[in-house]
C-alpha cells in the first residue's frame, strides 16, 4: 500500500484532516467546548471542588463559622431591622407633617382668595354706590342751576318789561 505511490482514500482523510473526527476533538472541535464547560461546572482540581465546596477545600462554609459568629450575624440582622424600621417612621413622619402643611396652607390660600374676592366685591358695591351718588348731586345741581336760570331770566324779563331796554 505505501509502494505503490497512491494513497488511499481513508488514509489521506486522516493524514488531512477532512475525516468527521478533526483530530479527536469531535466534529468543528465542539468537543473541546464541552471539556471546557465540564471543568468550569466541577471546578480545576479539587475534585467537586469549584463549587461543591465553596471554592477551595476548606470545607463546609458553615462550620467554619463559630457560634458567636453566627450570633453576630443574627444581631446584625436585627439591628437592621430596627434601623429599617427608623427609616420607615421618619419618612411616614416626614410625609404626614407635609401633608398637613399642604392642607394648612391650602386652607390659607383659599382664605386669601375669599378674602380678596370680598374685598373686590365691596371695592365694586363702594364703586356703584359712589356713581349713583354722583348721578344723584348732577341730577339736583342741574335742577337747581335750571331754577337758577329760569330765576335770572324772569328777572331780566321783568326789567324789560319795565325799562324797555337792557341796561
Do not use: E
Not at 489521506?12 to 477532512?18: L, P, R
Not at 413622619?93 to 391650602?106: H, K
Not at 354706590?129 to 331770566?153: G, P, S, W
Amino acid at each position: 500500500m505505501f509502494n505503490s505511490g497512491n494513497c488511499s482514500v481513508p488514509l489521506v482523510a486522516s493524514i488531512d484532516g477532512n475525516g468527521n473526527n478533526n483530530g479527536g476533538w469531535g466534529n468543528d472541535g465542539w468537543g473541546l467546548i464541552w471539556i471546557v464547560l465540564i471543568f468550569a461546572i466541577f471546578g480545576w482540581g479539587n475534585g467537586f471542588g469549584g463549587w461543591g465546596n465553596n471554592g477551595g477545600g476548606m470545607g463546609s462554609t458553615a462550620a467554619a463559622y463559630t457560634d458567636s459568629a453566627i450570633q453576630r450575624g443574627f444581631d446584625h440582622q436585627a439591628i437592621v431591622g430596627k434601623l429599617d424600621g427608623i427609616t420607615n417612621g421618619l419618612c411616614d413622619g416626614f410625609y404626614a407633617v407635609n401633608n398637613s402643611m399642604l392642607t394648612g396652607f391650602n386652607g390659607i390660600n383659599t382664605n386669601i382668595m375669599q378674602t380678596g374676592y370680598g374685598i373686590q366685591q365691596a371695592i365694586n358695591a363702594d364703586t356703584v354706590a359712589n356713581m349713583q351718588n354722583t348721578n344723584a348731586l348732577q341730577n339736583q345741581l342741574a335742577q337747581c342751576l335750571n331754577r337758577f336760570f329760569k330765576a335770572i331770566k324772569n328777572l331780566f324779563t321783568k326789567k324789560v318789561n319795565t325799562v324797555g331796554t337792557y341796561a
